[in-house]
């Protein structure tokens, strides 16, 4: 009796642990721009797009959403009116170029701690971990 109990204890902690996404900055170098996504210990994220010679664009910090922890979160928009579009008219306007398909940047899946893929015009997209300045502290 007593090892069931410990049993059903143990997986009862396990399940009630949450995991949480790798924190860091990944970035993707698409060679007529760069894309970030800056994700802190709070599972929120900052996502960042630049092109050379213009102002960059970063987006407000929103949670990221357990799809199957620990490897798939997607953005969480629900409390924003514009959700991701907001995302794609900024980068339109830096990057006229970008042909975007549903479902673009909102879904991260986690390949590794240090690499990060993500939908961008349809194709599958990574970016990789860049390591902190010595001395930085991530919140």
């Known amino acids: ?11 009862a ?3 009630a642990t949450t995991s949480a996404p790798p924190t860091g900055k990944f970035v993707h170098d698409g060679g007529k721009f760069t894309m970030t996504y800056d994700i802190d210990k709070e599972a929120k994220v900052k996502f960042s797009f630049e092109v050379p010679g213009k102002p960059a664009f970063t987006s407000w910090s929103y949670p990221l959403k357990e799809i199957i922890p620990p490897y798939i ?8 009116m514009e959700g991701v579009h907001h995302w794609y008219m900024m980068i339109h306007q830096l990057y006229p170029e970008a042909k975007f ?11 590794t701690s240090d690499s990060l893929h993500v939908q961008f015009e349809g194709r599958d997209t990574e970016f990789r971990r860049r390591p902190s300045p010595p001395g930085s502290l991530r919140k």
């Open 101 to 111: 398909e549903k479902g673009d940047l909102m879904e991260l899946l986690f390949r």
């Open 73 to 80: 979160y997607d953005v969480d928009f629900t409390e924003t």
């Open 13 to 15: 902690q396990v399940l």
């Open 1 to 11: 009796m007593v090892s069931f109990l410990s049993t059903w204890l143990l997986v």
